[in-house]
């Protein structure tokens, strides 16, 4: 089913009692949507529209009246409805109404990451690989060490380094973007680091002393902006080195990844490994109340067969003895193995999509070719 942006906040805020602003559940609901690189790596649901561009970092998108959205095939995956039963749900005056957490079978904050700010604290966690986080996940269901796992952007044709770890195990990384040095006079910046939306880096080119003129493509979701320069200016550039010259690096760190546990507790982690170990065991928890409730709903359903003699009775008793000799971890397994096969689908699809849009000559903007660029 499909929803104008509107039209699912209001509704979301009726069904949930919200008490504040319903414009900000717009929002949530356009940045569950958006796509393009440095945003999600799961897109929760499907945009009907323009949801924004890496040119703004997503504010220029259309008006919330005029885009929709639906739910995602792989948030269903994802948010088994198994384990609805399970959750805990919060009371507004006697009505039962949204869940306090979602379980989610991987810890969608290290998919698409989270950024904030809180009452005395503020959080940064970078988005990681999710196939990374199943093949964890899958080395902890074997009794095996995790490996470490480095911030991943969907997308993303830079580069993701580490460059130090302190002695409480949090790292720094160096992202660097991409570039190519087409002759003497002219550089091509293929890759802008991760969160530098091209719109505040055609900012910086504007004023940057080093360029003659600049050119963009008229598509706004790609990067593939040349550089013009003065011989002398570009072995300015060169001495500078290209990457600081052009502002092509940027740095993240895991050093500020503050979460709330199931209880509402406030803690501080240092690796993503250290989320995921404390999410996994939670997850095995219900996991194994998901068997119980499976296993007590076949026993009533096939009490209810032999009563109406409507129930296929060695089906369920089939289906009853597979259960009971499956474990949490085969349970989990199953759902992994789903949820891997609907990112490899969205990737094959991703690649056998015809590209629609056609890399233009693009328009000259910014300083006039002619006019004589400055020396350093």
């Avoid at 760190?253 to 982690?269: A, C, I, P, Q």
Wanted: proline letters at 4%; aromatic letters at 8%.
């Amino acid at each position: 089913m499909t929803f104008t942006v509107p039209h699912l906040s209001t509704s979301v805020a009726n069904d949930t009692c919200y008490h504040h602003n319903v414009d900000n559940l717009g929002k949530t609901a356009i940045s569950m949507a958006q796509g393009y690189v440095g945003s999600n790596n799961i897109t929760l649901l499907v945009p009907k529209g323009q949801f924004g561009t890496r040119w703004e970092g997503g504010k220029d998108g259309a008006s919330p009246t005029y885009i929709s959205v639906m739910l995602s095939q792989i948030t269903r995956v994802l948010f088994s409805e198994e384990d609805n039963i399970l959750l805990e749900y919060l009371n507004e005056c006697g009505r039962e109404i949204e869940p306090t957490w979602f379980m989610p079978i991987i810890p969608t904050v290290l998919v698409n990451g989270c950024e904030g700010v809180g009452s005395g604290f503020s959080t940064y966690i970078p988005n990681y690989n999710p196939t990374d986080i199943v093949a964890n996940i899958r080395r902890l269901l074997n009794g095996e060490t995790m490996v470490p796992m480095d911030p991943w952007y969907k997308g993303f044709k830079g580069k993701i380094e580490k460059t130090d770890t302190n002695e409480g195990g949090c790292s720094s990384y160096t992202v660097t973007g991409d570039y190519k040095k087409v002759n003497d006079t002219h550089i091509r910046i293929l890759e802008l680091p991760i969160k530098l939306w091209t719109s505040q880096y055609k900012k910086f080119l504007t004023s940057s002393p080093l360029l003659q003129s600049y050119r963009f493509p008229s598509d706004v979701k790609s990067v593939n902006i040349d550089l013009f320069l003065t011989k002398e200016n570009m072995e300015v550039a060169q001495k500078m080195g290209f990457l600081n010259a052009f502002k092509l690096t940027k740095k993240i760190s895991t050093r500020n990844m503050h979460l709330f546990d199931e209880k509402g507790v406030h803690k501080k982690y240092t690796t993503p490994e250290q989320i995921l170990e404390k999410f996994f065991h939670l997850r095995m928890e219900y996991y194994e109340r998901r068997k119980i409730n499976m296993l007590k709903n076949l026993q009533l359903e096939q009490l209810s067969g032999v009563v109406t003699g409507e129930m296929k009775i060695q089906e369920l008793d089939n289906a009853i003895v597979e259960l009971e000799a499956s474990t949490a971890s085969s349970l989990w397994l199953v759902e992994l193995d789903s949820l891997e096969r609907e990112l490899g689908e969205a990737e094959e699809k991703e690649v056998k999509a015809p590209r629609k849009q056609k890399q233009s000559e693009g328009v000259a903007i910014g300083m006039s070719p002619e006019k004589k660029a400055r020396k350093i």
